[in-house]
Nanobody, 125 residues
Framework: QVQLVESGGGLVQAGGSLRLSCAPS????????MGWFRQAPGKEREFVAT????????FYADSVKGRFTISRDNAKNTVYLQMNSLKPEDTAVYFC??????????????????WGQGTQVTVSS
């Protein structure tokens, strides 16, 4: 069992930035593809970004492309989501997820095996 712990959420004004972090508890992320998803009130959970184990494959949702950057530091066993130019519509609970074993990085929520509890991101206008 992998427990993922997210951090870095908070309240920010539109146009601001936040960086989310995700690390597993007591387990290495070796051979895991990692993803970020979000869920706004009254809406379904949606894909945000994903990165393969090597970092060589990355995908973004169209809504965040050019503003968000996913990265990973395998030496620190941590995945990041840098969020710039934040908009009020980015307000949601953000979840880190792990797909294991994973040859490719998937945008499908159904491929992910382990989930964090989420961290709230609120963007004020």
């Amino acid at each position: 069992q992998v427990q993922l712990v997210e951090s870095g959420g908070g309240l920010v004004q539109a146009g601001g930035s936040l960086r989310l972090s995700c690390a597993p508890s007591g387990r290495t992320l070796r051979s895991y593809a990692m993803g970020w998803f979000r869920q706004a009130p009254g809406k379904e959970r949606e894909f945000v970004a994903t990165i393969s184990w090597s970092g060589g494959t990355i995908f973004y949702a169209d809504s965040v492309k050019g503003r968000f950057t996913i990265s990973r530091d395998n030496a620190k066993n941590t995945v990041y989501l840098q969020m710039n130019s934040l908009k009020p519509e980015d307000t949601a609970v953000y979840f880190c997820a792990a797909d294991y074993p994973a040859v490719v990085a998937s945008t499908s929520i159904d491929e992910y095996d382990y989930w964090g509890q989420g961290t709230q991101v609120t963007v004020s206008s």
